[in-house]
């Protein structure tokens, strides 16, 4: 069974910093995801991703299979940007939905 | 048009009653799934169905049960409630394995 590991598990930064959230799992994966919950309790799916790299607004989100390693960045942080950042892997061990969730990063971005 | 919806929002009740939560996604999807998140907001798959297979994770109680009357709907019954289901419970869907679309999240509270 894949072990996901986040890091940081809470982050606070001042608005306009560049943010680097990491994810680390330890067996090959088919593909993984960044999700995003909002306090209001919303998840929101930001990325799926199997290699290289992905740009969506101020959201980079990269994976380096080889090191099975993931990072999600955030450029420009604004508060709206607050919320938990969560990482799944996707892989055959992952149970009924083949994903396997990391414990989230707490992200607060100060004005 | 909300993607996937879940009702109730929020659900409070007594130990040892039946409830359900319904969900409905409209986006076209052949697989639905439910989660539970806990007090630590760490996200667990419970069920997933893709209309040939339902998968169940082997910790979930067999109180707990998934019923599909159609490809757009998922709901989720529990029986003889207990004070530890009291959660969040996500609706999802997606095609295939790709990424996950979320529901609002139905908030239960046992008493």
């Known amino acids: 069974k894949n072990e996901v590991e986040q890091s940081p598990q809470n982050l606070t930064a001042q608005e306009g910093e560049f943010i680097t959230i990491n994810c680390s799992y330890s067996?090959?994966?088919?593909?993984l995801h960044w999700l995003q919950q909002h306090p209001g309790g919303g998840i929101v799916s930001l990325f799926m991703?199997?290699?290289g790299k992905k740009k969506h607004g101020r959201l980079i989100a990269t994976i380096n299979i080889q090191e099975k390693h993931s990072s999600l960045h955030i450029t420009a942080s604004h508060p709206r940007d607050s919320a938990v950042y969560i990482c799944?892997?996707?892989?055959?061990?992952?149970?009924?939905?083949?994903?396997?969730f990391g414990k989230g990063t707490h992200l607060i971005i100060q004005p | 048009d909300t993607a996937v919806s879940q009702t109730p929002k929020y659900l409070v009740t007594q130990m040892g009653n039946d409830k359900s939560i319904k969900c409905e996604q409209n986006?076209?999807?052949?697989?639905m799934y439910w989660y539970k998140q806990d007090s630590k907001k760490f996200l667990k798959i419970m069920f997933s169905?893709?209309?040939?297979?339902?998968?169940i994770n082997e910790t979930v109680p067999n109180r707990f049960s998934p019923k599909s009357p159609d490809k757009a709907h998922l709901n989720l019954h529990i029986n003889s409630l207990e004070l530890g289901d009291s959660a969040v419970y996500f609706c999802?869907?997606?095609?295939?394995?790709?990424?996950?679309?979320f529901g609002p999240g139905t908030r239960l509270t046992v008493t």
């Open positions: 999802a869907s997606s095609q295939g394995s790709t990424r996950r679309y």
């Open positions: 067996v090959g994966i088919s593909a």
């Open positions: 991703l199997s290699s």
């Open positions: 799944a892997v996707g892989d055959s061990g992952g149970g009924a939905d083949g994903l396997t």
């Open positions: 986006l076209g999807h052949d697989t």
């Open positions: 169905y893709n209309n040939k297979e339902l998968i």
